[in-house]
């Protein structure tokens, strides 16, 4: 490979929150954590290179999204994602769950309803509860390992007038699941037909596996005229500790709305390393990293499910069809969820994210970030496989 996936990024002293929150057992067995979605290596060389050079440059001045940003985020979208984005359709933000945020509050008024579907990414429901809006629970529906829209409950959840906004997961974070059209019209139709506005979160669509493709939600038939689609760096080139994102607004009404809402939220330049890491990620080089990035997840995923196919056969590994985080069902190994917490920290040094993070659809689940060095996994599932028949031998 011309890329290197196998040397463990250095996270300490840096002010790293993922080393910062990690359990204690886990730093002092010298083992690293699973939780949370960020890449245990280096982001790509091209980025690490213009940050130098920005760096070395010596201003870091007001930034703001001139032609060369913007057309760099039209190049990617059409060479990875087959789609001519229209320039005055971008608005840059701070961030996917700012995004969420201005949205919120540009869209909907205090006490109404903002439609998520658990288990699901738990900062949508912090952002909600924040502003001072009502969760409401469009539940994914869970059959031998696979999930599924509740398209009945969605339409029921929808056709309340005070629930406003759905907020889509696409692919889905915890359980990789990557909606296809089909899928995606149904909730556009019903969106349509109940003037729900959709906010589709779609910054893990670049990291799919097995032929699957993230269709842009902005392109399905009759969605165009009601969304908001946020992108972003972080997840695709590990720059989550960005504070960017850029949305696209196809719908001029919603995007100058949102843009004042946006403005009204004390927006004003980009940071001018976000301006160089868009600027050199979305690029031919960016996109052959991201392609070995994927080829070197294919080789994780495929090692851990082997793995639990032969050891653990009780834990159902939930296939992703994207996202590098890896969605676990535990509830067939006889723990409670406290027994099951302490055996992966205390027994087997393993640290996922627990799935009630997610809602209490999550209860017995883990999550596990597979973009970590071949070598540590390897280490850390041994680590499991032991400490699993020293229990079962006790």
């Given at each position: 490979?011309k890329?290197d ?24 067995k ?25 760096c070395e440059?010596g ?18 979208m ?10 005055d ?10 995004s ?28 909600v ?12 529906i869970?059959?031998e ?17 005070e629930n406003?906004l ?10 990789g699941k ?12 019903l ?5 729900v506005?959709?906010?589709?979160d779609?910054?893990?669509?670049e990291?799919v ?27 695709t080139f590990?720059l ?6 850029n ?7 919603i995007?100058?709305k ?10 004003g330049?980009?940071?001018p390393?976000?301006?160089?890491a868009?600027s ?6 960016g ?17 851990i499910?082997n ?18 985080t ?13 027994e ?18 997610y809602?209490?659809?999550?209860t ?12 540590e996994?390897?280490?850390s599932l041994?680590?499991l ?9 006790s």
């Amino acid at each position: 490979m011309k890329f290197d996936f196998d040397t463990l990024v250095n996270r300490e002293s840096i002010g790293n929150m993922k080393y910062i929150v990690s359990a204690d057992q886990i730093k002092d067995k010298g083992v690293i954590s699973y939780a949370g979605a960020e890449m245990d290596f280096k982001t790509a060389p091209v980025i690490i290179s213009t940050l130098k050079n920005r760096c070395e440059n010596g201003l870091f001045g007001f930034t703001l999204a001139d032609d060369k940003y913007i057309d760099s985020i039209i190049w990617w979208m059409k060479h990875m994602r087959q789609w001519s984005v229209k320039k005055d359709h971008i608005v840059p933000t701070y961030g996917t769950i700012h995004s969420v945020a201005t949205a919120i509050r540009g869209f909907t008024e205090a006490g109404q309803g903002v439609i998520v579907q658990p288990p699901v990414y738990g900062r949508y429901q912090q952002a909600v509860n924040r502003l001072n809006r009502s969760i409401v629970y469009n539940p994914l529906i869970y059959n031998e390992g696979r999930y599924i829209i509740d398209f009945e409950n969605l339409e029921e959840v929808m056709s309340r007038p005070e629930n406003k906004l759905l907020i889509l997961c696409n692919p889905h974070n915890p359980v990789g699941k990557v909606w296809n059209v089909r899928e995606l019209e149904k909730i556009a139709a019903l969106a349509k037909k109940y003037d729900v506005l959709v906010f589709a979160d779609e910054i893990f669509a670049e990291v799919v596996f097995n032929g699957h493709y993230t269709p842009p939600y902005c392109l399905i038939e009759g969605a165009e005229e009601n969304c908001i689609v946020a992108t972003a760096l972080g997840k695709t080139f590990n720059l989550t500790g960005f504070n960017n994102a850029n949305v696209m607004i196809p719908n001029s009404r919603i995007r100058d709305k949102f843009i004042q809402q946006r403005n009204a939220d004390h927006f004003g330049s980009i940071d001018p390393m976000v301006h160089a890491a868009i600027s050199s990620a979305y690029s031919q080089e960016g996109i052959n990293w991201v392609k070995e990035m994927l080829q070197y997840l294919q080789k994780n995923l495929e090692y851990i499910s082997n793995f639990f196919e032969q050891h653990l056969p009780k834990v159902k590994v939930i296939e992703p069809e994207g996202t590098f985080t890896l969605w676990m069902d535990w509830n067939d190994m006889g723990f409670t969820r406290k027994e099951l917490d302490e055996f992966l920290i205390n027994e087997a040094f393993l640290e996922l994210d627990a799935g009630e993070n997610y809602g209490l659809e999550g209860t017995g689940f883990t999550r596990m970030n597979i973009a970590s060095p071949f070598d540590e996994i390897v280490h850390s599932l041994e680590l499991l496989k032991n400490a699993h028949i020293k229990r079962m031998d006790s």
